[in-house]
């Protein structure tokens, strides 16, 4: 017996795991299901959209690719929390695109990673942190061996260490860095 529930056994449309965002921020949780539409394509379970009595969002869900992100509006004197996401996509450049277009920052380029990838980060416009990453070929094989590349300790740092760095030093409530 294991501990997670396996794909024959869960709801349609859910994963083992699936985050939950609280939003504080432009335009709320409803402003955040726009951007994940924008930005990834992500589209709204409409049927699942619970409104709280003073008529913020309790409770909506976003289908991204395979998975399901939960989301709520935050409520006054709950303490920030951001996100911080994964998500795996066809093209860096246009996503990073269509997410400076609605508000968000870039955090790092498009650079190469380790496995095969390619990452990109960004600041959504809530304060949550976004791992972006693609296959750097069209020859990528999701199923080889991942491997960490620990060698990268001896060499300067990479851009993908330095905005990490830098961006976490910079995080705050509900504004991101703005």
């Given amino acids: 017996m294991t501990a997670t529930l396996h794909n024959d056994r869960l709801p349609a449309g859910y994963n083992t795991l699936n985050p939950f965002v609280l939003v504080t921020g432009p335009g709320g949780a409803a402003g955040f299901i726009g951007f994940l539409g924008e930005v990834f394509d992500g589209v709204e379970r409409e049927s ?6 003073d008529g913020s969002i309790l409770h909506a869900e976003v289908r991204l690719g395979n998975s399901s992100l939960l989301l709520a509006d935050s409520k006054p004197g709950w303490p920030f ?7 795996y996509v066809e093209d860096i450049p246009t996503v990073l695109e269509r997410a400076e277009a609605a508000g968000a920052e ?3 380029p498009r650079s190469p990673f380790y496995n095969g990838l390619n990452i990109a980060r960004l600041l959504d416009p809530w304060g949550n942190l976004w791992w972006i990453y693609e296959p750097a ?7 080889a061996s991942a491997s960490a590349d620990i060698s ?3 060499r300067d740092p990479s851009v993908v260490y330095t905005t990490l ?4 030093s910079r995080l705050g409530p509900s504004t991101g860095t703005r």
Wanted: without cysteine; aromatic residues 6%; glycine residues 0%.
């Fill in 48 to 53: 699942v959209r619970t409104p709280d009595r």
């Fill in 81 to 87: 929390t951001p996100a911080f996401e994964q998500i």
């Fill in 106 to 108: 870039i955090v790092t």
């Fill in 137 to 143: 070929s069209a020859n990528h094989d999701p199923a």
């Fill in 152 to 154: 990268w300790q001896d």
């Fill in 165 to 168: 760095m830098d961006v976490m």
